[in-house]
């Protein structure tokens, strides 16, 4: 799977740990949010990058302890109809995440503006299609009714265009 | 009316262009229809039995002259001559072809229309009282707010892949006549003491195979708090609406499953989680938006208008039509024309390229340049002077869309059915066109009085069909066709489900049996009784007995 981050195809640095799969001695591993609460006294001291997988139907109310502990998050596309994973990268990044959000799974590039919008900031895409599809999918609209969305440059936010005086909502930090 | 700004410009210019190229990538096949549907369906594009049909957005159903005119102008140059309007205030043409979608979508940029999420997983073109702004028993204009939820629920990022398609109706007056409980929402204004709008909002309402009335979930919520508070339900019907099951996927099911109690809890959690930063820019844009709903320029007129009451007196046929099709309006001297598209044996909510010029002209020149759609699937003229209707009428009869069928029999709402459609499972437009024929004369339609009568042909109530006071379904029993006859639905503030009646019936013997309930009723009718309520006072013996027992 290609990953995606930035507008370019770049090495993957992360490797998934199965639940049963012993502790590596460091480096960058993804748990899944059951392995995550049941381990944490062991992960917590994890010497290397601690990431999770989450499942769409995992509640991600109780994550946020973890946010600081945790330098990315994988939310998972099972069907590119399936949206479950907008709303919880959205509701991650108002809780407060700040680290890398990977979308995986069924993506299409037509999706990928929405998917940033929400903060997604990487893409495990799959190689159907070409580096130039998803470069020119990423930025196809320049506008956006909603407030609160990430944003690149040369992206604006309508209403706080509209009514000078109020900045666009928030930095935004990590819009891939 | 609304009047786009740069910025609304742009944005449907650049979801032009996004398409033109989606369009051309599926034309090559770099992607597969498959992949194609979603992006397709999100501007409006369906593949039918014979054809593409585009679904063009008309938001909460008020549109321009000029604007009416494009659309005849789509009608004649890219279909065949004629365009239908549909039970969500929206138009649709049904004979497109997929080269010619992106030409068609800058026709309508052209005059500030789009297409965009008129179908689709995602929150589809919102909908309202086609009375707003002129009715006399409105609280306030629900236009306004309608604008601000189609630009909110615009290429929403997070919203745009729902379990299933998503309907917001709004209504201002006390009296519902845009069926907001059966909504996924449903928005229905109040004023407190003070004078401020609230808004009650209502959750889980529908039809389909599963119909539902909706709960209320807020019964005052302050104006300002609307986008906020539906981000928190669109939140948690995307997070937990059923994916599993396309039928058992709308919020209906959710509210249903979770019970009301527990569904408003996890609302109330979300909305108390991520508390809107400030809602002041959505205030400042509200107002922004209102501005362009100001009353039009009315002119201080006499209650009594001589001319009228001439006409009327001299021409009979003119008053039965003024007694039918006309609707009291909040100012003197004005009132509401209800233009049927119902003309005896046509197929409701058709017009042709013509008539929709007939229908510009007649706005510019009698009713402020402003149009409305209803979703009885026929055209409003809100704001016309009485001493203009006679001028309205002959120019309506001249162009065959002056029935006096309004809110009658005849005035049949219907669904594409089987003639269009790739789900439906029997044909809507000949039942229709039957009944039509046989309640041809308007007098004995009055005999009748008011009553409501839905067909859709398969169990997607695309016809509404569960609130229709008579209710007609279409289904399939090995090939053959045949007709459920539901009694007691309704979609005003008393809104009901109706209870089906018993064996189908064959579609030749569907308008004796409309008879047979009708005659019914009128044996029954205490003076002055509508249908629905003898049938509310009476339930569905008496008519299941006329029409089952002798056969």
Known sequence: MPLLKNNAFVQDEWSTLDDDAALPEGGKIIVSFPRLANDWDLLAKFPGVLGVKLANTDKIDSLAPYFSQLAIIVLAFPAFTDGRAYSLARSLRLDGYRGELRAEGNLLPDQLQYMRQVGFDSFAVNDRFPLQSWQAASHQMSLAYQRGLYRVAGEGEVWSQRHQGFAPWEEQPHAG | ????????????????????????????????????????????????????????????????????????????????????????????????????????????????????????????????????????????????????????????????????????????????????????????????????????????????????????????????????????????????????????????????????????????????????????????????????????????????????????????????????????????????????????????????????????????????????????????????????????????????????????IGDIIACPGLDYCALATARSIPVAQAISRKFANVATQEHYGAVKLNISGCINACGHHHVGHIGILGLDKKGEEFYQITLGGSSSENASIGTILGPGFAAHEVPDAIETILNTYVKLRVSGEEFLHTYRRLGPAPFKEALYATA
């Open chain 2, 1 to 408: 009316m609304y009047r786009y700004d740069e910025f609304d410009h742009k944005f449907v210019a650049e979801r032009t262009a996004q398409f033109r190229d989606q369009a051309a990538r599926r034309l090559s096949g770099e992607i597969t229809e498959d992949e194609f549907r979603p992006l397709r369906l999100m501007n409006g594009l369906y593949l039918q039995l014979h054809a593409y049909m585009l679904r063009v957005a008309i938001p909460y159903g008020t549109l321009s002259g000029t604007q009416m005119r494009q659309l005849a102008y789509i009608a004649d140059k890219y279909d065949r001559g004629y365009g239908h309007f549909t039970t969500r205030q929206n138009i649709q043409y049904n004979w497109i072809k997929l080269e010619d979608t992106a030409d068609i979508l800058q026709a309508l940029a052209d005059v500030e229309m789009h297409a965009i999420q008129t179908s689709g997983n995602c929150i589809r073109n919102v909908t309202t009282d086609h009375w707003a702004g002129a009715a006399a028993d409105e609280l306030a204009d629900p236009r306004p707010i309608a604008e601000l939820i189609r630009q909110w629920s615009s290429l929403h990022p997070e919203f745009s892949f729902l379990p299933r398609k998503f309907k917001v109706a709004i209504t201002g007056a006390p009296h519902d006549r845009a069926a907001v409980k059966v909504h996924d929402i449903g928005l229905r204004m109040h004023k407190n003491d003070a004078g401020a709008i609230g808004w009650e909002v209502m959750v889980g309402g529908g039809q389909g195979r599963t119909p539902m009335i909706a709960i209320a979930v807020r019964d005052f919520l302050p104006e300002k708090e609307v986008i906020p508070y539906l981000e928190a339900i669109m939140r948690v019907y995307n997070l937990f609406g059923r994916r599993d099951n396309k039928y058992k996927a709308r919020i209906k099911i959710l509210v249903h499953e979770l019970g009301a109690e527990k569904f408003k809890s996890e609302v109330e959690a979300e909305y108390a989680r991520h508390p809107a930063q400030s809602t002041e820019v959505d205030e400042r844009e509200l107002a922004r938006i209102s501005a362009y709903f100001k009353a039009p320029n009315y002119e201080e007129l006499s209650r009594f208008a001589p001319r009228f009451e001439e006409a009327k007196r001299t021409d009979p046929e003119f008053a039965r039509w003024a007694k039918n099709n006309l609707a009291a309006h909040l100012v003197d001297g004005y009132t509401i024309v209800n233009i049927s598209l119902k003309p005896e044996g046509g197929i409701p909510g058709d017009a042709t390229g013509d008539q929709m010029r007939q229908l510009a002209t007649l706005a510019e020149r009698y009713s402020f340049d402003e149009l409305r759609v209803s979703h009885a699937q026929n055209i409003v003229l809100a704001h016309v002077k009485l001493e203009d209707v006679f001028a309205v009428w002959e120019a309506l009869k001249a162009s065959d869309m002056a029935a006096a069928n309004y809110g009658l």
